[in-house]
């Protein structure tokens, strides 16, 4: 019989525990109902935040300028005098030209956009296929050319390249470098005025103002270094015109 009583107060705690659990279970139940009613009331709108930002253009409109074909080669070499023409380069100081209008099917023509512009150029120095020592954009000794290095050969006056260096310029004669009856313009790194684009008389130096529209066709050509440190057999260089506010 006492085995029966200890049996019936060891039950006792087992219902006093499952009766207190039922609250807890309605407790949770009321939370939810209290969720799910407070998810049914619509939140207040939140209009956000918002700026309009304002740009305005030029008044003589936006200025653009394309250049094709995008890529060329300087493949009709002379030696430093002239001479009979080749397809690689000459060293020393061999001059070698790219497309021109009298000898190409598809000359570099340069096409302002529609607002009258001053036409810039710059290029890069050549750099050699292995990416070691480029040649360095130098500029001749004389008035009109823009900033950059001074060609120094030895016995060049301030003309002719020196080692690891080369001289680059354009020209909007018909044929090319070897027809002297068009402007020359420098190339350095610094951008600066294509006489091409000048609208004065062919030949003549003046500005570098293009109107509209206005389209020109030119030549490149570079005078090769007295010697090249590097050997690689592929140089290249990359020209940009620039399409600048008039009288900058």
Do not use: K
């Not at 009331?41 to 094709?68: F, H």
């Not at 001074?150 to 354009?170: M, N, R």
Request: glycine share 12%; charged share 15%.
């Amino acid at each position: 019989m006492e085995l029966r009583h200890h049996r019936v107060v060891i039950d006792r705690p087992d219902g006093r525990r499952r009766r207190r659990a039922r609250p807890v279970g309605c407790s949770v139940l009321v939370v939810t109902a209290l969720l799910l009613a407070g998810s049914a009331v619509p939140a207040a709108a939140d209009t956000g935040g918002s700026a309009t930002g304002y740009v305005q253009l030029p008044q003589d409109g936006l200025r653009s300028i394309s250049a094709n074909p995008p890529g060329f080669d300087y493949d009709s070499c002379y030696g430093i005098d002239g001479g009979q023409a080749q397809a690689t380069v000459e060293i020393p100081n061999g001059i070698c030209q790219g497309p021109y209008p009298n000898n190409a099917s598809e000359p570099i023509t340069i096409v302002n956009g529609a607002a009258s512009a001053d036409i810039l150029v710059e290029a890069t120095e050549f750099d050699p296929s292995d990416g070691s020592t480029p040649w360095t954009l130098c500029v001749p000794d004389g008035p009109g050319t823009p900033p950059g290095p001074l060609c120094d050969a030895s016995g060049g006056g301030g003309y002719f390249p020196g080692t690891d260096q080369a001289w680059l310029q354009l020209t909007n004669a018909p044929g090319g470098y070897w027809d002297y009856h068009g402007d020359q313009t420098t190339v350095s790194t610094t951008p600066s005025c294509d006489e091409a684009f000048d609208l004065f008389v062919l030949g003549q130096a003046g500005a570098c103002v293009a109107a509209g529209g206005q389209a020109q066709e030119e030549t490149p050509f570079f005078r090769a270094p007295q010697s090249s440190t590097d050997q690689s057999p592929v140089f290249s260089n990359t020209i940009t015109w620039i399409a600048a506010p008039p009288g900058s």
